[in-house]
């Protein structure tokens, strides 16, 4: 009986020490949990960014040809102004990366949101083209710390959720691109473009005033070192949702955790296919979007096929066109399309995994953009601009659910800042191809968008890691670790499919001792072997 009460007593001190030391990470936490109010207020906030940042870029389209014929802009100056949009995007995306690994997702979110409001709403006081570009430039900077909002959102989410919500806040953005699209058919034929650039800014004031009650990031805590923030945070989650934290604590990642954002991190020698392949891939998805954007509106605009203007009636190129109602009709057709394209995105991403929903879809935009060529009928383009829309925006979104999840948390604001740094860099390029190669040739333009979607499709087939099933990486090292494992895995496969197109030569040094080995003679006439006594057979 002693012996026995000697053991109990003993299992008891071990369960509590097991106890004691039981952890959890921030990804068993939130799988604990379903989906509850404060996932549903972290992705209304997360997406009415979104949807400022989507009524922001589709302005553009719309804009642009307005000021052809009030302020008699050309096509360089119009293409120009797309252009340095995307230059204070390309500028911000770093920045608010920087600032969102280093002083919080929601910091980031709330001060690139008052920035867009701010000078949209001044553009449209703008007096002179010099002015307007300026203030342009300003509303890029603030529109690029969209991306943040994804990384905030995507961070909450729990991991068996996270690739279809990722998909679904990209609705918003759909949503807001729609939505100008009827902003525009309802105020540019009567009230002109300065009353749709301050109508544009206004959403960004919903999202400011839900700042005090958007939750900060628990990976952000923990990847600062800020255990008992991120533990509060996960708690008031749980309690929200009805559950309750697994046994024990918050793992302390103290080790790695309050690692600094580096840029020499993407650029270290395990990481550094990786970022490269994230740069081509955002670049190829920013540069034929904004592409599909912008030649939507040149396409009506110009009318080569002669749809809406009787024969010989059309206007040359250069002449000033304004859009028509039915113009502003079949944009925001074309633009609805981008609903579809998040939808089936939504329904591939998890069942074919990241790589091959975004290659996939990057075929079908390089065939549509393709069949837009011929003259057909007008609803066959409109059929054609609508596939190549969806299929442009739902790709673009899938790159962003995959580089969101590649990266660790302690440097995914920044890795996602620099790929969004690049986009814009696309975005830069691609106006000087919609709205002035296009001027000189339909044809060329789009089998430019067309080889780029092409290119970018074998971007995404050739993706080392694929992100769908698996957690996120908790620091640097662990990504080092993946990439390693991929690395040795891929050159033993090379080496044994090596070995089976040149198998090696026989040896027979086993057989044969050194002293035993045939020696080779020469005659005047032939080259013979002399084998030792005995070994001929052999």
Not at 55 to 76: H, I, K, N, Q, S
Not at 216 to 230: D, M, T
Not at 418 to 444: E, K
Request: glycine share 8%.
């Amino acid at each position: 009986c002693r012996e026995a009460t000697v053991c109990a007593a003993s299992m008891a001190e071990l369960r509590v020490s097991t106890d004691d030391e039981a952890t959890y990470s921030v990804d068993e936490a939130l799988e604990a949990m379903p989906l509850g109010r404060l996932h549903l207020g972290v992705f209304c906030a997360c997406g009415f960014a979104w949807m400022v940042d989507g009524m922001e870029v589709l302005l553009l389209a719309f804009v642009g040809p307005a000021l052809r014929c009030e302020w008699g802009v050309t096509d360089y100056q119009a293409a120009s102004m797309t252009t340095i949009v995307f230059a204070g995007m390309s500028v911000g995306a770093v920045t608010w990366g920087w600032v969102a690994d280093t002083y919080g997702r929601k910091a980031s979110l709330l001060v690139s949101t008052s920035i867009i409001l701010v000078a949209g709403a001044s553009c449209a006081f703008a007096q002179s083209f010099a002015f307007l570009l300026v203030g342009r430039l300003v509303v890029g900077f603030g529109v690029s710390g969209a991306h943040v909002a994804f990384s905030l959102l995507v961070e909450w989410m729990p991991p068996r959720y996270r690739g279809r919500m990722g998909i679904a806040l990209c609705v918003w953005w759909s949503v807001g691109a729609v939505a100008e699209a009827t902003l525009a058919r309802i105020i540019m034929p009567w009230l002109g473009w300065r009353y749709l650039l301050g109508a544009s800014a206004l959403p960004a004031v919903l999202l400011l005033c839900a700042g005090p009650w958007i939750p900060e990031s628990p990976r952000y805590y923990v990847s600062r070192g800020r255990q008992a923030e991120a533990q509060v945070s996960l708690e008031m989650a749980a309690i929200s949702c009805g559950v309750t934290l697994p046994c024990g604590k918050l793992a302390d990642r103290s080790a790695t955790s309050n690692e600094t954002a580096k840029a020499s991190d993407l650029f270290s020698p395990e990481l550094r296919r990786l970022t490269v392949s994230q740069w081509g891939l955002w670049f190829a998805a920013a540069f034929t979007y904004y592409g599909c954007v912008l030649i939507t509106t040149e396409l009506l605009a110009a009318d080569r096929c002669e749809y809406a203007a009787p024969s010989g009636d059309a206007p040359a190129p250069s002449a000033c066109r304004a859009l028509t109602v039915s113009d502003y009709n079949a944009n925001i057709v074309a633009t609805t399309g981008e609903l579809p394209g998040i939808a089936v995105t939504f329904l591939l991403i998890d069942r074919l995994g990241r790589k091959r929903t975004i290659g996939g879809e990057a075929m079908v935009m390089a065939v549509a953009m393709l069949l837009v060529i011929p003259c057909v009928s007008d609803s066959f383009q409109t059929t054609m601009l609508f596939v190549m829309r969806g299929a442009a925006d739902g790709l673009f979104q899938a790159a962003y659910v995959y580089t969101s999840e590649v990266y660790p948390s302690s440097i995914r604001g920044l890795g996602l800042g620099w790929c969004a740094s690049l986009s814009r860099l696309g975005g830069m390029i691609t106006p000087f191809v919609a709205q002035v190669l296009s001027q000189v040739s339909v044809l060329a333009a789009l089998a430019v968008y067309a080889l780029a979607a092409v290119a970018l499709a074998a971007i995404a087939f050739t993706l080392e890691i694929e992100t769908a099933g698996r957690p996120m990486f908790a620091d640097v090292e662990e990504l080092r670790a993946e990439l390693a494992t991929i690395h040795r895995r891929t050159h033993l496969l090379e080496d044994s499919w090596h070995e089976i197109e040149s198998p090696p030569e026989p040896d027979f040094g086993d057989a044969l001792s050194p002293a035993d080995a045939p020696a080779a003679s020469k005659d005047t006439t032939r080259e013979t072997l002399v084998y030792p006594e005995g070994l001929e057979g052999r």
